[in-house]
């Protein structure tokens, strides 16, 4: 007996009801880019191995999938590197590309590259899948769609409030009101590690921070001591834990706590600016906080970092996030572009959607009429109709075999197809059509004029 086909394991198949609503997803967002300006660009599934190891650090090139060589791809080690059994030395040997890990890098990779073909500042949208040798559990994959949107060339802050009216405006669109927007800058948190008197732990100090809300108090605060910053370094910043209130409440806060951090105060002026902006514009349906404890990518980004979460009363991690960063162009030698971007999650910004029912009826994979066949001249009769309601933009289908008209009524029933059109001989003396509702169950004779009207 045959094995029974399965798929790598961190892959999906989608059905085609799943396909139509993470196409909705993409569609909007789509349209959502173009109408602020941003630009599709699309770069290859694999690059050059070079483009992609040692930008993400030792974890990440241990992710990245390498793609071998191809023909004979082990001639080119010898039997001394073979001996060896040093998988990191064989590699560069026998695998040359890579899949691409993200779709940040590989943007990084464009802009230098046509960098005389590009009129800044560039505004780029991109929505491709990224692939990474991770351990699959529930929400992580190897296999998943980034939806990214970038702007390169621009330090202004302006672009910040866009990235944040565009995160607004998105998740309306997908009816995801309430979500919220959380805020924070890098230069605030260098200041704080500063003030600290602990700048070399800057990373560690904020990864503990990170987990306020997960651990608590007491829990950040023995993880800062586990690492080796001081009680009375940590005793400096204790306003943070208490940090409450309104986005003027925690600018003051932080105003007190950083007086004497240069950084600080410039990243406590960013944010500050695209708050009072944020707040003068006005947002649709989003919420903009400022969160003293976010610290995401905290290696990559250099101003302002940004985190969405879904609307209270769904469990689920956050939606996009994103940030930006002074010299992301710097890994391939063009220095000082800085850019600001932001990424939607696909699959949780899907799942969002269902928990909370918010798909649109409209958005199905089903045939909106199935005409019933019951012989080749009834066939071609009803494919003439077929093809008028097709042209005019109505989804339609004829049963391709004269079944039993139980089995035809049941595939419709099944594929939830809510009408079905009979055509037998007696419609096409009259050159009529019986429509039925399959849902009420009533039936009515009409024109092929009036099919087409009922069913538009």
């Known amino acids: 007996m045959a094995q029974k086909p399965s798929i790598p394991k961190g892959t999906r198949d989608f059905s085609p009801e799943e396909v139509v609503k993470r196409n909705y997803i993409m569609d909007t967002l789509r349209d959502c880019f173009g109408n602020f300006g941003f630009q599709p660009i699309e770069t290859p599934s694999f690059e050059n191995s070079?483009?992609?190891?040692?930008?993400?650090?030792?974890?990440?090139?241990?992710?990245?999938?390498?793609?071998?060589?191809?023909?004979?791809?082990?001639?080119?080690?010898?039997?001394?590197?073979?001996?060896?059994?040093?998988?990191?030395?064989?590699?560069?040997?026998?695998?040359?590309?890579?899949?691409?890990?993200?779709?940040?890098?590989?943007?990084?990779?464009?802009?230098?590259?046509?960098?005389?073909?590009?009129?800044?500042?560039?505004?780029?949208?991109?929505?491709?899948?990224?692939?990474?040798?991770?351990?699959?559990?529930?929400?992580?994959?190897?296999?998943f769609f980034q939806c990214d949107a970038d702007v390169v060339g621009s330090d202004s802050l302006w672009q910040e409030v866009e990235l944040v009216q565009l995160y607004d405006t998105a998740f309306t669109r997908l009816d995801l009101k309430g979500t919220t927007i959380k805020m924070n800058n890098r230069k605030v948190l260098s200041g704080i590690a500063e003030v600290m008197g602990e700048t070399d732990k800057l990373i560690d100090f904020t990864v503990a921070l990170d987990k306020l809300d997960k651990i608590g108090e007491d829990g950040v605060k023995k993880e800062m001591l586990e690492k080796g910053i001081s009680a009375e370094a940590i005793n400096k910043v204790q306003p943070l834990f208490q940090a409450s209130g309104n986005a003027k409440d925690k600018l003051d806060m932080l105003k007190g706590l950083l007086a004497n951090s240069a950084i600080g105060q410039k990243g406590i002026e960013e944010l500050a600016f695209i708050v009072t902006t944020v707040q003068e514009l006005g947002l649709q349906s989003?919420?903009?906080?400022?969160?003293?404890?976010?610290?995401?990518?905290?290696?990559?980004?250099?101003?302002?970092?940004?985190?969405?979460?879904?609307?209270?009363?769904?469990?689920?991690?956050?939606?996009?996030?994103?940030?930006?960063?002074?010299?992301?162009?710097?890994?391939?030698?063009?220095?000082?572009?800085?850019?600001?971007?932001?990424?939607?999650?696909?699959?949780?910004?899907?799942?969002?959607?269902?928990?909370?029912?918010?798909?649109?009826?409209?958005?199905s994979a089903n045939t909106k009429v199935l005409f019933l066949n019951f012989g080749n001249k009834e066939a071609l009769y009803a494919q003439k109709a077929v093809t008028k309601l097709r042209q005019q933009g109505i989804s339609a289908e004829l049963y391709p075999d004269a079944a039993k008209m139980g089995k035809q009524m049941g595939y419709a029933d099944k594929r939830n197809i809510p009408f079905a059109v009979l055509a037998g001989t007696s419609e096409m003396e009259t050159s009529v059509y019986t429509l039925k509702d399959m849902k009420s169950g009533e039936q009515q004779k009409v024109s092929l004029e009036q099919l087409i009207t009922l069913l538009s």
């Open 286 to 363: 989003a919420r903009l906080e400022i969160d003293v404890t976010l610290a995401r990518g905290l290696n990559y980004y250099t101003g302002a970092i940004f985190e969405v979460t879904a609307p209270e009363g769904v469990a689920m991690g956050s939606i996009g996030g994103g940030g930006r960063y002074d010299d992301l162009t710097g890994i391939f030698g063009l220095k000082d572009m800085s850019g600001v971007g932001i990424s939607f999650g696909l699959d949780r910004i899907y799942l969002v959607m269902e928990e909370l029912g918010v798909f649109p009826e409209t958005v």
């Open 50 to 143: 070079e483009t992609l190891m040692g930008k993400y650090g030792e974890e990440g090139d241990r992710l990245i999938f390498k793609i071998l060589n191809s023909g004979d791809f082990l001639s080119k080690v010898d039997d001394t590197l073979y001996r060896e059994k040093d998988s990191n030395k064989i590699t560069s040997r026998i695998s040359e590309k890579a899949l691409r890990y993200d779709l940040t890098v590989p943007f990084a990779r464009y802009v230098v590259q046509h960098q005389n073909e590009i009129t800044f500042p560039f505004k780029r949208f991109q929505i491709q899948p990224v692939w990474r040798a991770d351990r699959p559990q529930k929400g992580r994959f190897r296999e």
